[in-house]
C-alpha cells in the first residue's frame, strides 16, 4: 500500500532562516511525488512535482529513492512563505489515487 | 474562469440527515475526486472519477456516495451523517492522464451535531 509520512505537524523558523519539510513515502515502485501548497485563504494548489525537477518560489526537492524521501527545501525563508504544505504521491502511469501526507504548517516568523 | 465550484460553503447536520454536496468544473477535466481535510490526518481521499459514468473509492469511502452523470459535476451524498464526518470536504479536478495538477474548490465545511 502506499503511505506518505510528513513528520512535523509544525515547523517555525525565522525570515532569512534555510527551510526543510520532510516527506517520506512507502511505495515497492517508482512513485511520481508532488508538494502541494495551501496559503491562508487561498486554496490548495500544486508547488512542484519531481518529475519536472523544477524550482518554484524558490523551492526544490530531491526524490531519493534509496531513503524514500522527498523533502521540500528552501535556502532563505521569507514571511509569504508561511502556509500548509501538502506530500503525495501517485502511482506511475494512469491510476486514479494521489495521497496526501498529513501536512506541515510553515511558520515564517519576521 | 470559475474552475472548481463547490456549494455549500458551510453545512450543520444533524446525526442521521442526508445531504449532498455539490462540485462542479468548467474546465473539461475528465478526473474529479473528494478529499476530506481533518487536523492531524491531512487529506484523504474519499471517492474519485476517471470520467462520467466510472467511479471508485478512495481510502475512507465508508459513509459516503458518488456518482458522475456527466463531466462537470461530481457530487458528494451523505446518505446518514455521523459526527465523525464532521470535516472540511474539497473537491478536485485533473485533465486526465492522471490526477497530478489537481484544481481544487474552496471546500465546505461541515459540522454534524
Known amino acids: 500500500a502506499q503511505r506518505v509520512t510528513q513528520p512535523e505537524k509544525l515547523l517555525s523558523v525565522f525570515k532569512g532562516a534555510p527551510v526543510e519539510l520532510k516527506c517520506n513515502y512507502s511505495?515497492?515502485?517508482?512513485?511520481?511525488l508532488f508538494w502541494y501548497v495551501q496559503y491562508s485563504r487561498q486554496r490548495l494548489q500544486l508547488l512542484l512535482r519531481h518529475i519536472s525537477r523544477e524550482s518554484i518560489k524558490g523551492f526544490t526537492a530531491d526524490l531519493n529513492k534509496g531513503e524514500t524521501s522527498f523533502h521540500l527545501k528552501k535556502p532563505f525563508a521569507q514571511e509569504e512563505d508561511s502556509a500548509m504544505y501538502y506530500c503525495a504521491l501517485k502511482r506511475p502511469g494512469n491510476t486514479g489515487k494521489l495521497i496526501f501526507g498529513q501536512g506541515t504548517t510553515l511558520q515564517v516568523k519576521p | 474562469n470559475a474552475g472548481v465550484t463547490q456549494t455549500p460553503k458551510f453545512q450543520v447536520l444533524k446525526t442521521g440527515q442526508s445531504m449532498t454536496l455539490q462540485c462542479a468544473q468548467d474546465m473539461n477535466h475528465e478526473y474529479m475526486s473528494w478529499y476530506r481535510q481533518d487536523p492531524g490526518m491531512g487529506l484523504r481521499l474519499i471517492h474519485y472519477?476517471?470520467?462520467?459514468?466510472?467511479?471508485d473509492q478512495g481510502e475512507v469511502p465508508n459513509g459516503y456516495n458518488v456518482s458522475r452523470s456527466t463531466t462537470e459535476d461530481f457530487p458528494l451524498r451523505l446518505l446518514s451523517a455521523a459526527p465523525s464526518q464532521t470535516s472540511v470536504y474539497f473537491c478536485?479536478?485533473?485533465?486526465?492522464?492522471?490526477?497530478?495538477?489537481?484544481?481544487f474548490g474552496s471546500g465546505t465545511q461541515l459540522s454534524v451535531l
Open positions: 511505495y515497492s515502485g517508482s512513485p511520481e
Open positions: 478536485a479536478s485533473s485533465s486526465w492522464a492522471g490526477p497530478k495538477k489537481l484544481f
Open positions: 472519477s476517471v470520467g462520467a459514468g466510472i467511479t
